[in-house]
């Protein structure tokens, strides 16, 4: 009879378990995959590019089709911990070794967010440390 008041406890903990572990979830890493293509290395494309000015844009492509040997495809996913999956693909077509054609859904930016200056890097001068006793080395 005692046993059974004991556990008594521990049943009632029991029977909340649910609750908790739908709040306590294991931590999932996000999961990248393929080459990530932003706006920005697609507005770069233009007609006319070779297949090496192309690979220094986008980097290499990932899937190069033996079938299809004037078609790069270029394809990211995204599986994050918690969130749906998400993927990009972009194509690029090539003939007599020129880019000719883009398709997929990375799309350039329109000309409206392109005329916005982007902030320039800041350069920072530091002083030369004051010498002490030597004379500072002069710059010719």
Not at 3 to 18: G, K, Q, V, Y
Not at 36 to 64: D, N, W
Request: proline content about 9%; glycine content about 6%; charged content about 20%.
């Amino acid at each position: 009879m005692k046993r059974t008041f004991l556990l008594l406890p521990f049943l009632a903990a029991c029977s909340s378990t649910p609750q908790i572990t739908n709040v306590l979830s294991p931590y999932r890493i996000d999961v990248r995959q393929g080459n990530l293509v932003t706006q920005e290395m697609v507005a770069q494309l233009k007609p006319g590019l070779t297949r090496e000015q192309v690979r220094f844009i986008l980097g290499s492509p990932p899937l190069a089709d033996m079938f299809h040997v004037n078609r790069w495809d270029y394809v990211y996913r995204l599986r994050p911990g918690q969130g749906e999956v998400q993927q990009r693909v972009l194509t690029v077509f090539f003939e007599n070794n020129k880019l000719t054609r883009v398709a997929g859904d990375v799309v350039a930016e329109d000309g409206a967010q392109a005329a916005v200056p982007k902030p320039a890097a800041q350069v920072i001068d530091i002083p030369a440390p004051a010498a002490t006793g030597a004379a500072a080395p002069e710059k010719k």
